[in-house]
């Protein structure tokens, strides 16, 4: 009887573990093929579409059990606290206050009144700011089925349970195991493969960009995003810099699916040193030691004769210093503005239903944020390519920036800051206080 | 993560009664409020201190001391909190909160005085209910640039001012006398004829809330 019943175990088990690397094996050959030969199964469609389909139920689900539960359920706001009224200036306002004061004086002078104002401003700045709203996750207005955001939804009935849980081992059982493993197949690949073609002595660069591009096709495959490439007429040309509004790491892989760009980056050690040694054997990147950095002019200087050669694949840099939540474009820093070649600007907009790309370095750090990707329903993004820009005359590099800045949020439909992204980490310099209070004190002095 | 993010007006109704803000205003005020402390229970002076927004305003450290200060939490206490809760926040918030318009005319009279509490609350920093020479200057001088030149300025405005305040509300005063201070009655006579209802609210964005179910 024991016989009989361990040799049914082993059976199931053998049939189980027969299934599971039949399966697997599948899998891996359907993404591996295409992703070397560069050929489209349109497998990711169906996906997208069914998923969609899927979060739409739940939104539904979520508003039915609401109803039935007679409560009331309210749409996250996305669009801030407060409502966004004509800017005036400081001059405007005050007049507005004082006129209500049936003031009898005839000359300006300081009233007690005039405080209010300040207040008012001060209150809302602590309600509703833009830059502490660009450093935080995006709000979704329905649940795309994650686990991070369920806490927003806590009635949502058993049958979403039931869905939630079964996305939940979908995603950690099969999703998240085969893009760690195409992963790292990848990089394996990559790193070996662009070692040998650095060995040869002709046609390195060309063929080092065949490599780079496998890799990073074996990269987007093993994130499962799905990136459409619009304008492709105005894609970045030899010898030009391609600027990038930043989100996440990953921007890298996502812009060099399509081209070969040369990436500027600091030497890191370890596994990412490994791949930079690797990378930089068959493609030429600017990668600088960490006492580099901060010589400008040294940092400059090397961007500006890579930038020179019309042969060589164009610069990707992100001007603004560091991740934004992609809801709007911060402040872009004059440095590769000034160089003076052409700049092509490129504007990638994510889909956040299918999972946050935003990485939060105060949060997280990479492999968690990797681990997040890669454990979310997929990747999906848009990248467009905006027509080249130039210096004008008479205008300087900060001008420049802020043309280049406001043509790529308008693309993307990303809000326009004005504000430096390196908030996130300093904070804001006095001269800004000091210039509102030298409004304020304009306005006693001249007539109003 | 401290307590459940959302729904947080619903659970509370005592918060939407002692506020007067609507279950919709305060979930995202809370929201908020965990934005900036972190998602912690409480927020300190380095977190409001950290809004870059608020750098540009000349009279910042004012305004978070106001967040911090007992007074403006409907006590007659005296004295300041070192980290505040949700609860506080709001208490200090519903200073700014806007008119309705089903107000009878005493609501829109008590609602004139609390805002002008809170202002009378800024000036006066040592809490004793009165505003004095000194702790007017601080706060015109924090208005003012920092120059020399403004200083002096500055203390000129704030003699002017309390002269005119003194002579408006006390008139039999003796030339030896001293004026002590404004006191709160005195600060209202002097801001009787502004119209603040208006001026000194925040205004909220009309969210679209989808009422369910029988209403």
Redesign the interface.
């Known amino acids: 009887m024991l016989q009989f019943a361990q040799s049914a175990c082993n059976l199931l088990c053998r049939c189980l573990g027969i299934t599971f690397v039949v399966w697997f094996t599948i899998l891996f050959v359907i993404i591996t093929v295409p992703a070397v030969l560069e050929v489209s199964l349109g497998i990711h469609r169906f996906y997208i579409r069914t998923l969609c389909r899927v979060f739409e139920w739940a939104t539904l689900q979520i508003?039915l059990s609401?109803?039935q539960?007679?409560?009331?359920?309210?749409?996250?706001?996305t669009?801030?606290?407060?409502?966004?009224?004509k800017p005036l200036s400081v001059q405007e306002n005050m007049q507005?206050?004082r006129s209500?004061?049936?003031?009898r004086r005839s000359e300006p002078?300081?009233d007690?009144?005039?405080?209010?104002?300040?207040?008012?401003?001060?209150?809302?700045?602590?309600?509703?700011?833009?830059?502490?709203?660009s450093f935080?996750a995006q709000e979704l207005e329905s649940w795309n089925l994650l686990t991070r955001s369920i806490?927003?939804f806590?009635h949502r009935g058993l049958r979403l349970t039931l869905l939630w849980g079964l996305g939940v081992l979908i995603r950690y059982g099969i999703l998240l195991p085969l893009r760690v493993i195409l992963a790292v197949t990848g990089i394996f690949l990559f790193v070996i493969l662009s070692t040998s073609v650095g060995f040869l002595p002709n046609s390195k660069f060309f063929l080092g960009e065949k490599v780079h591009l496998m890799g990073y096709r074996f990269c987007v495959k093993s994130l499962t995003a799905f990136i459409t490439y619009h304008n492709s007429e105005n894609r970045p040309k030899n010898g030009s810099i391609c600027v990038a509004n930043h989100t996440t790491p990953l921007d890298v892989i996502i812009l060099a699916n399509d081209r070969c760009y040369s990436l500027v980056g600091q030497v890191h050690r370890g596994l990412l040193g490994l791949i930079q040694r690797a990378m930089v054997k068959s493609s030429p990147h600017i990668w600088f030691e960490r006492a580099e950095v901060k010589d400008r002019h040294l940092v400059a200087k090397r961007l500006c004769d890579h930038a020179a050669d019309k042969t060589k694949q164009p610069i990707l840099i992100f001007p603004e210093g560091t991740c934004v939540n992609n809801t709007s474009v911060m402040m872009f820093k004059k440095g590769s503005f000034e160089i003076g070649c052409t700049i092509f600007p490129v504007a990638i907009k994510y889909d956040f239903r299918f999972g946050d790309a935003y990485w939060n370095s105060s949060k997280f750090g990479l492999v968690h944020h990797l681990l997040r990707i890669m454990s979310s329903w997929a990747l999906v993004c848009s990248v467009w390519y905006l027509p080249p820009m130039n210096r004008e005359e008479g205008e300087d590099a900060v001008q420049f920036a802020k043309r280049v800045k406001a043509a790529l949020a308008a693309q993307a439909g990303l809000a326009d800051l004005t504000?430096d992204g390196g908030?996130k980490r300093t904070?804001?310099k006095?001269a800004?206080?000091?210039?509102?209070?030298?409004l304020?004190?304009e306005i006693?002095w001249f007539k109003v | 993560m401290g307590a459940?993010?959302?729904?947080i007006g619903?659970q509370d109704p005592e918060l939407v009664e002692r506020t007067g803000f609507s279950?919709?205003?305060i979930?995202?005020?809370h929201?908020?409020f965990l934005?900036?402390s972190g998602n912690k229970d409480t927020i300190s002076r380095e977190n409001?201190?950290?809004?870059?927004?608020?750098?540009?305003?000349?009279?910042?450290s004012q305004?978070i001391e106001a967040?911090f200060d007992k007074r403006n939490q409907h006590d007659s206490e005296v004295g300041s909190l070192e980290e505040i809760t949700f609860q506080q926040f709001l208490m200090v918030?519903s200073h700014?909160r806007p008119p309705t318009l089903e107000m009878t005319a005493e609501e829109k009279e008590a609602m004139r005085k609390e805002k002008l509490r809170f202002?009378f609350n800024?000036?006066d920093t040592d809490g004793d209910g009165k505003i004095t020479l000194e702790e007017y200057r601080k706060?015109?001088e924090?208005?003012?640039?920092?120059g020399s030149i403004?200083q002096e300025s500055a203390k000129e405005?704030t003699d002017?001012?309390m002269l005119e305040v003194a002579s408006t509300n006390v008139p039999h005063m003796g030339p030896e006398d001293f004026y002590e201070g404004i006191t709160f009655e005195h600060?209202e006579q002097?801001?009787k004829?502004?119209?603040?209802e208006s001026?000194?609210?925040?205004?909220?964005?009309?969210?679209?809330?989808?009422?369910?179910?029988?209403s």
């Not at chain 1, 539960?69 to 706001?77: A, E, G, L």
């Not at chain 1, 669009?79 to 009224?85: C, E, T, Y």
């Not at chain 1, 209500?100 to 003031?103: G, L, R, Y």
């Not at chain 2, 459940?4 to 729904?7: D, E, H, N, Q, S």
């Open positions: 508003e609401a109803k539960k007679n409560r009331q359920f309210s749409k996250p706001h669009k801030g606290i407060l409502s966004k009224s507005e206050l209500s004061a049936h003031s002078q300081f007690m009144g005039d405080v209010i104002y300040f207040c008012r401003k001060g209150v809302e700045s602590i309600i509703d700011d833009e830059v502490t709203k935080s806490r927003r806590p504000w908030l904070k804001v006095d800004f206080k000091e210039e509102q209070q030298r304020y004190s006693l | 459940a993010p959302t729904r619903q279950p919709e205003q979930n995202n005020l929201k908020r934005q900036l409001l201190n950290d809004i870059p927004a608020l750098a540009y305003n000349p009279i910042k305004i967040f918030m700014f202002l800024m000036h706060v015109v924090e208005l003012l640039s920092s403004e405005i002017a001012a600060f002097i801001l004829g502004l119209e603040m001026r000194m609210h925040i205004r909220f964005l009309d969210t679209a809330t989808v009422h369910c179910g029988k």
